[in-house]
């Protein structure tokens, strides 16, 4: 029986996650320690151990050692890096999991273009195999296993939150509906928290004439692997949901209002499992929008108050969806002010990457929510402010209650639907 | 043969050779690695990211321009003043036209414009230098590496200047000593990012080119 050791599962896993991609990266970082002038955990704290590049030691020592061409005259001379060690990891932990939300805003002003977020994620595989992995994580890991929610969402609570919103609206909704055009996933915020949401679906497919369902089996939408860094969970996740899907027959998939979720069905999905899908994935906004310009789902009067746009990272600077929000923003909204930095430099939550499912990292989420905090309250007379992410959402009920802010949050799919057409 | 013809010949040509042949070996080395093939349903071309990528990094983006001006000023002088020197000092055009380019050669700097690129080149060595030991995040995370790169950049280009009116073989030997050592080390340390940085702008711009996403 093999006894590999933490710091060998972990090392191996650097390793077979650093392709020609990942060695131009730490090829090519000079030290200039720029990307910490864009990491909210840095800016909050002002502590030099959250600047990004620094996260990212012990996988760049790895490859120095074993790796990088030239690695071996390094050694030669006594010049490589000493191996990695547990200890090490350990000490790195929480500057892997609680100190990154791999919201990308390094990528930005990084003078090599590094894509540190994308490597954490990769770096976070090699934790991930170890063992290596915070307790919150874990848990949301075994709640999964269970239910395939990471909150333990049954599906006879999901049936109950669909009678419920079928009450509320009048429109009958589907379960296993097959050959829909859509096939509607969900996070467990959104199914436990922000029941509306569901409601509010019914409401724009009805009027846009579209045919949808959710599937009884794969209604959840988080990919708890993606976030661990865990491949093997993460992908028996999407095969969950490639799996329904297919076997309904539906035509699109509907990636929720959860930044995650949406990255990891639609960019990571396909290499997952390794093969494409039989059906097209969209996200909820880039289909409001697509409805919208066909005239579809007609905006009706614009709510007056005076609203902002949070942009989830993974929707926005990582998933390439900037004009749609902002699009139905401007449908909507009788008084849209944009935050200072808003679409592609916009500030981080500071809760994604599982960070928010960590109990270890709520101090540190907090004092980064202080960012967002200013940037709300440098909109004079701010009202509501939209979050197209039910995980960033809930980030910032929580962060506007400790600021003592009075602002509404509200989703995009209910802020379309409730300024529809009649 | 004098030690100055040793060092401007044999040893330079060795160095020289030594700095091609590993930084071949290395910037191979890193595309020979591949990238993971991504079967996800493309939204834009990989192959324009990758353009659009380098040149975008070029330029910093708006927000973080206050916070990053130092690096910024301090980054383009020297980055600009050493290329300007480099390409462009009278010694050097002639020492390129001679001993490589066999024969090709273009106007040189006059002696003003090579003081004025040089105190620019140092400005802004000067300034990166000091920020390594001065911003408690770069003194974190700056190794042996970066004080080589930075300590050789900065002597051979202080040995260039003293180099400058050719009146003393000596003068000239070391700073062409050091330019050989200097070459030597080039390809084994970050020094590399001259060629590397390519590399990392267009792997991400690639990425998110792919995606549709806006650089």
């Given at each position: 029986?093999?006894?590999?050791?933490?710091?060998?599962?972990a090392?191996?896993?650097?390793?077979?996650?650093?392709?020609?991609e990942?060695?131009?990266?730490?090829?090519?970082?000079?030290?200039?320690?720029?990307?910490?002038?864009?990491?909210?955990?840095?800016?909050?704290?002002?502590?030099?151990?959250?600047?990004?590049?620094?996260?990212l030691?012990?996988?760049?020592?790895?490859?120095?050692?074993e790796?990088?061409?030239?690695?071996?005259?390094r050694?030669?001379?006594?010049?490589?890096?000493?191996?990695?060690?547990?200890?090490?990891?350990?000490?790195?932990?929480?500057l892997?999991?609680?100190?990154?939300?791999?919201?990308?805003?390094?990528?930005?002003?990084?003078?090599?273009?590094?894509?540190?977020?994308?490597?954490?994620?990769?770096?976070r595989?090699?934790?991930a195999?170890?063992?290596?992995?915070?307790?919150?994580?874990?848990?949301?890991?075994?709640?999964?296993?269970?239910t395939?929610s990471?909150?333990?969402?049954?599906?006879?609570?999901?049936?109950?939150?669909?009678?419920?919103?079928e009450?509320?609206?009048?429109?009958?909704i589907?379960?296993?509906?097959k050959?829909a055009?859509?096939?509607?996933?969900?996070?467990?915020?959104?199914?436990?928290?922000?029941?509306?949401?569901?409601?509010?679906?019914?409401k724009?497919?009805?009027?846009?004439?579209?045919t949808?369902?959710?599937?009884?089996?794969?209604?959840?939408?988080t990919?708890?692997?993606?976030?661990?860094?865990?491949?093997?969970?993460?992908?028996?996740?999407?095969?969950?949901?490639?799996?329904?899907?297919?076997?309904?027959?539906?035509?699109?998939?509907?990636?929720?209002?959860?930044?995650?979720?949406?990255?990891?069905?639609?960019?990571?999905?396909?290499n997952?499992?390794?093969?494409?899908?039989?059906?097209?994935?969209?996200?909820?906004v880039?289909?409001?929008?697509?409805?919208?310009?066909?005239?579809?789902?007609?905006?009706?009067t614009?709510?007056?108050?005076?609203?902002t746009?949070?942009?989830?990272?993974?929707?926005?600077?990582r998933?390439?969806?900037?004009?749609?929000?902002?699009?139905?923003?401007?449908?909507?909204?009788?008084?849209?002010?944009?935050?200072?930095?808003?679409?592609?430099?916009?500030?981080c939550?500071?809760?994604?990457?599982?960070?928010?499912?960590?109990?270890?990292?709520?101090?540190?989420?907090?004092?980064?929510?202080?960012?967002?905090?200013?940037?709300?309250?440098?909109?004079?007379?701010?009202?509501?402010?939209?979050?197209?992410?039910?995980?960033?959402?809930?980030?910032?009920?929580?962060?506007?209650?400790?600021?003592?802010?009075?602002?509404?949050?509200?989703?995009?799919?209910?802020?379309?639907?409730?300024?529809l057409?009649? | 043969?004098?030690?100055?013809?040793?060092?401007?010949?044999?040893?330079?040509?060795?160095?020289?050779?030594?700095?091609?042949?590993?930084?071949?070996?290395?910037?191979?080395?890193?595309?020979?690695?591949?990238?993971?093939?991504?079967?996800?349903?493309?939204?834009?071309?990989a192959?324009?990211?990758?353009?659009?990528?380098?040149?975008?990094?070029?330029?910093?983006?708006?927000?973080?321009?206050?916070?990053?001006?130092?690096?910024?000023?301090?980054?383009?002088a020297?980055?600009?003043?050493?290329?300007?020197?480099?390409l462009?000092?009278?010694?050097?055009v002639?020492?390129?036209?001679?001993?490589?380019?066999?024969?090709?050669?273009w106007?040189a700097?006059p002696?003003?414009?090579?003081?004025?690129v040089?105190?620019?080149?140092?400005?802004?060595?000067?300034?990166?230098?000091?920020?390594?030991?001065?911003?408690?995040?770069?003194?974190?995370?700056?190794?042996?590496?970066?004080?080589?790169?930075?300590?050789?950049t900065?002597f051979?280009?202080?040995?260039?200047?003293?180099?400058?009116?050719?009146?003393?073989?000596?003068l000239?030997?070391?700073?062409?000593?050091?330019?050989?050592?200097?070459?030597?080390?080039?390809?084994?340390?970050?020094l590399?990012?001259?060629?590397?940085?390519?590399?990392?702008?267009?792997?991400?711009?690639?990425?998110?080119?792919?995606?549709g996403?806006?650089?």
């Open positions: 029986m093999s006894t590999q050791t933490k710091a060998e599962i090392t191996a896993k650097f390793l077979e996650f650093t392709d020609g990942v060695a131009s990266y730490f090829e090519s970082c000079v030290h200039c320690g720029e990307c910490a002038q864009a990491c909210h955990f840095f800016l909050s704290t002002n502590d030099p151990k959250y600047t990004p590049t620094y996260k030691m012990p996988m760049v020592k790895t490859y120095k050692r790796k990088a061409p030239l690695a071996k005259i050694k030669m001379f006594g010049l490589a890096p000493d191996p990695v060690t547990e200890e090490e990891l350990r000490e790195w932990e929480p892997v999991y609680d100190s990154c939300t791999m919201c990308g805003r390094c990528t930005e002003v990084c003078p090599m273009g590094i894509d540190i977020a994308g490597t954490i994620r990769k770096m595989e090699g934790y195999a170890a063992g290596l992995v915070p307790e919150g994580l874990q848990r949301a890991e075994e709640y999964v296993e269970k395939t990471p909150m333990g969402v049954t599906l006879k609570a999901v049936e109950a939150q669909i009678k419920h919103q009450k509320e609206t009048g429109i009958p589907e379960i296993d509906k050959g055009d859509y096939m509607a996933m969900f996070s467990s915020l959104e199914i436990m928290a922000y029941t509306d949401t569901i409601g509010a679906y019914a724009l497919f009805k009027k846009a004439g579209v949808w369902t959710i599937s009884s089996a794969a209604y959840e939408a990919n708890v692997g993606v976030q661990i860094g865990s491949g093997p969970l993460a992908k028996s996740i999407v095969k969950r949901v490639v799996d329904a899907a297919e076997e309904l027959g539906v035509k699109h998939v509907i990636a929720p209002e959860c930044g995650h979720a949406y990255g990891a069905i639609r960019w990571a999905g396909p997952l499992i390794g093969r494409e899908f039989k059906f097209e994935v969209i996200h909820i880039e289909l409001l929008d697509k409805l919208r310009r066909e005239g579809r789902i007609p905006a009706g614009k709510d007056p108050r005076k609203m746009l949070h942009d989830p990272c993974q929707l926005i600077r998933g390439g969806l900037l004009k749609e929000p902002r699009r139905l923003m401007d449908d909507s909204c009788a008084d849209f002010v944009e935050m200072k930095g808003a679409g592609l430099t916009n500030l939550c500071g809760g994604g990457g599982g960070v928010s499912a960590n109990p270890r990292a709520a101090e540190l989420q907090k004092a980064a929510f202080s960012l967002k905090a200013d940037q709300l309250k440098a909109i004079k007379d701010l009202e509501a402010v939209i979050v197209p992410c039910a995980n960033c959402r809930s980030v910032f009920e929580d962060g506007l209650d400790e600021y003592e802010l009075d602002y509404e949050v509200i989703g995009m799919g209910e802020l379309v639907a409730s300024t057409a009649e | 043969m004098s030690f100055l013809e040793f060092v401007e010949g044999p040893l330079f040509y060795v160095a020289a050779t030594i700095f091609v042949v590993a930084a071949l070996w290395r910037l191979i080395g890193i595309i020979a690695m591949g990238r993971r093939k991504d079967i996800s349903p493309p939204k834009g071309s192959t324009a990211g990758f353009f659009k990528g380098n040149l975008r990094h070029f330029f910093p983006r708006g927000i973080f321009t206050r916070r990053t001006a130092m690096h910024i000023f301090g980054g383009y020297f980055h600009l003043g050493l290329f300007g020197l480099l462009f000092a009278a010694p050097h002639a020492f390129l036209s001679n001993r490589i380019l066999f024969g090709l050669s106007p700097l002696r003003w414009g090579f003081i004025a040089a105190e620019v080149a140092f400005a802004g060595l000067i300034i990166l230098w000091v920020r390594r030991f001065s911003d408690p995040v770069m003194r974190m995370i700056t190794d042996w590496d970066d004080r080589i790169g930075t300590w050789l900065f051979v280009m202080l040995s260039g200047c003293f180099a400058l009116q050719e009146s003393h073989d000596s000239r030997a070391i700073h062409m000593l050091l330019v050989d050592i200097w070459l030597i080390y080039f390809p084994f340390g970050r590399m990012h001259t060629f590397t940085f390519f590399l990392s702008r267009g792997n991400s711009g690639a990425t998110y080119g792919r995606k996403m806006t650089l």
